[in-house]
């Protein structure tokens, strides 16, 4: 897929429009960029129409100008619909991705077919006690960067994912990462519990991997117990699942897609 350049913002994005079906829109984990759905745009392509964004900081989106955040991630997607005529799309995230489909979903619900969380939260309902329990951990790894990337990178691929092939991705594209881009990452705490907990109007799945840390575990668990949705934990996958595990997860993905078609 060709990079494309949305107008009036920083943010760089791949479409590829070749299938006569539903869209699906990709969104990507921290520190990582589109690419990580690599083995998803060639199973997908030609089934689904396909767009993936990099998120502000990350890939080839950070020609930022001054008032560019993190906020205003879902008002540029609703821009990519609009410049596309995209009425509605699927929207799958991995991590911190998931974060940005569900603030998508909490303001333009009429334009979400469906969510799939993969190693998220629910945004609207969130225990800021899990979080802090993690962030001594989370600082370490800031610490990490702020002395070097790579050194960073070499200790981020290890959480992100299970696999060495899948480490190696994350790895080089973790490397290209910025270090002034972690500025965005700090406002993400604007975008939780900030919409009161609804019903939804569309189907989720939740999921994460079986070697994913603990807490997300327990976190999808509690998740999918308190709301009518699906749920899966992939064998042999850790935090970033689609990269450790690419057959399984779009074998997921496609039922989950087709179940939202048919039922």
């Not at 998220?120 to 070097?148: E, I, P, R, T, W």
């Not at 972690?182 to 569309?202: E, G, I, S, T, W």
């Not at 799945?205 to 992939?234: F, R, S, T, Y």
Request: hydrophobic residues 40%; charged residues 25%.
């Amino acid at each position: 897929m060709n990079a494309l350049y949305l107008e009036n913002s920083p943010i760089t994005y791949y479409i590829d429009d070749s299938a006569n079906n539903d869209w699906i829109v990709f969104m990507h984990a921290a520190f990582v960029d589109h690419r990580m759905f690599e083995k998803q745009f060639g199973y997908f392509s030609g089934k689904y129409n396909l767009l993936t964004v990099d998120i502000i900081g990350h890939g080839k989106s950070t020609h930022t100008r001054k008032g560019d955040s993190v906020e205003k991630m879902s008002y540029w997607i609703d821009q990519i619909f609009q410049k596309h005529n995209i009425p509605a799309a699927h929207f799958v995230g991995v991590s911190l991705g998931s974060v940005f489909i569900q603030d998508f979903a909490n303001k333009y619900e009429n334009k979400v077919l469906s969510l799939a969380c993969f190693g998220g939260y629910d945004v609207n309902n969130f225990d800021l006690k899990k979080q802090k329990s993690n962030s001594k951990g989370q600082m370490k790894m800031m610490l990490k960067a702020l002395f070097s990337i790579k050194w960073f990178a070499k200790s981020n691929k290890k959480i992100s994912a299970y696999t060495s092939e899948a480490q190696e991705e994350f790895y080089n594209m973790n490397i290209e990462f910025k270090k002034k881009s972690f500025m965005y990452l700090a406002k993400l705490q604007n975008l939780v519990n900030k919409y009161p907990k609804k019903q939804r109007q569309y189907k989720l799945l939740v999921g994460c991997g079986e070697q994913d840390i603990p807490m997300e575990i327990e976190i999808v668990n509690e998740w999918a117990a308190c709301e009518n949705c699906d749920k899966v934990i992939l064998p042999e996958a850790g935090h970033c699942a689609n990269m450790d595990k690419p057959e399984e997860f779009n074998i997921c993905l496609e039922n989950f897609l087709l179940k939202c078609r048919y039922e």
